[in-house]
């Protein structure tokens, strides 16, 4: 990503130099480029121009109010799933007819909490959760717009634990069932069945795998028409991948006509739910090396950041680059070091053996591809106050969320009166 490059031997996001952003927040923080969060979208939605498409950005790869309103203001809409996530797009400036409800288990009062906004579509994932929509909204006298998201049981080659698509996934309606859910629909009050939606994984990397769903997908239309059902919008959901460390990837050029292929004639408008391709590489999270350990058989750069800010590398063994924020000289040989956070746990390792410049305690480090599933994921394990955001935009840069103080921590807490 050439947004975050050196220049003059210190690390840039865009015109701001990664030291004097240290300087001035501290460590560790997570970094956004605004020039690359546009320069996704304007891939990604360019490649739909002049189509029947609508891109909601899935909010859940990184829901910081500023980041949702650089998408709102190219026009985005946004995937939610949870009022939560519903709440902050609207704060952030998305209208409520852009906005998709997804999630396996949405509540009553989140039902209630979108029909009140007037969101563009529910996307409903079993028949419980139909009813009680069906209830929620006929009891609020208004008529939801909804999509079955059907399983498709397709493989789609990703990490098991980001895979959506396959039967034995607790995701969506069997697509065996489907007619009969989208008939149990039809005779319901409050509960207009309008889409179909999909969505069989993240970071994949091969279009097979959606074009296969997208297919059952587009059989499934010309059945339920059959059956009667007015159905005009499919919903795709999200999941192109980003390149982490060297896969080979579509373009968005090459996943637009892909759906196009498929899509084109159906007659329907496509929503699309986009997350991780959108802002994955528009972020870097910035640490500070803590030691330097010179263990028997391995040295050890232990940073000040850890699982906790980033928890990818310990739940997916994801890979992110690791680069010296100040450039080491062309002529530097590198070490293998195992570099890890210090939390109290073996899990705490961001990467085995990775072949790094010499390092000393003080040296900052930044790890490629942070924007999306962050901060998001972050946590306060070991009483580790959330790491602060902070966007560029040229030379210029905002926190954008900051370091909460250790003191509001503690106070938010309350003892109970036996104590
Ligand atoms: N739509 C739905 C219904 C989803 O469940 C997801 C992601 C998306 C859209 C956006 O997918 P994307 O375009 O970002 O691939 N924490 C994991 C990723 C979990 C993805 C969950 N669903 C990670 O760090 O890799």
Not at 77 to 89: K, L, T
Not at 217 to 237: K, P, S
Request: glycine share 10%.
């Amino acid at each position: 990503m050439t947004v975050f490059a050196y220049r003059n031997g210190i690390l840039h996001a865009e015109d701001a130099a990664l030291t004097a952003i240290a300087d001035a927040v501290g460590t560790p923080f997570y970094c956004y480029s605004t020039a690359a969060l546009r320069a996704n979208w304007a891939a990604f939605a360019g490649a739909f121009a002049g189509q029947d498409v609508g891109v909601c950005y899935a909010v859940k790869a990184n829901s910081n109010l500023a980041v949702i309103r650089t998408f709102a203001e190219q026009g985005a809409g946004a995937d939610v799933v949870s009022e939560g996530e519903m709440r902050r797009a609207l704060a952030a400036g998305v209208p409520p007819e852009r906005i998709v409800f997804s999630g396996v288990g949405k509540t009553r009062d989140e039902m209630r909490a979108a029909l009140s906004a007037g969101i563009f579509q529910l996307n409903v994932e079993s028949i419980p959760e139909l009813e009680a929509l069906s209830e929620v909204a006929s009891g609020m006298g208004v008529t939801a717009d909804i999509a079955f998201r059907v399983n498709p049981d397709v493989d789609a080659k990703t990490h098991a634990k980001i895979a959506t698509g396959k039967k034995e996934n607790k995701f969506g309606i069997d697509y065996d069932h489907a007619r009969d859910v989208y008939a149990r629909a039809a005779a319901l009050p409050g509960v207009r069945p309008v889409a179909i939606a999909v969505h069989i994984g993240s970071q994949l990397t091969d279009l097979a795998p959606f074009r296969a769903a997208f297919l059952r997908v587009a059989d499934l239309l010309h059945v339920l028409r059959t059956d009667g059902h007015d159905i005009r919008r499919l919903d795709l959901g999200g999941g192109l991948g980003i390149r982490y460390k060297d896969e080979a990837l579509p373009s968005p050029a090459d996943y637009a006509a892909m759906v196009t292929s498929i899509t084109g004639n159906l007659g329907c408008h496509v929503t699309l739910e986009p997350g991780r391709t959108l802002v994955g590489n528009a972020g870097v999270l910035v640490a500070r090396t803590i030691y330097v350990k010179q263990g028997l058989h391995r040295q050890f750069l232990i940073v000040d950041a850890a699982m906790n800010d980033l928890i990818r590398p310990a739940l997916y063994d994801s890979y992110h680059g690791i680069r010296p924020v100040v450039e080491a000289a062309s002529d530097a040989t590198t070490v293998p070091m195992d570099v890890v956070g210090p939390v109290c746990e073996s899990g705490d390792t961001f990467a085995l053996q990775r072949p790094l410049p010499p390092m000393a305690a003080g040296d900052l480090v930044a790890f490629d591809s942070a924007g999306a599933y962050g901060a998001v994921m972050s946590s306060g394990y070991n009483t580790r106050p959330l790491i602060p955001e902070v966007m560029v935009n040229g030379a210029d840069f905002a926190v954008i969320r900051p370091r909460p103080r250790i003191e509001d921590i503690l106070a938010a807490e309350r003892m109970p009166g036996w104590l």
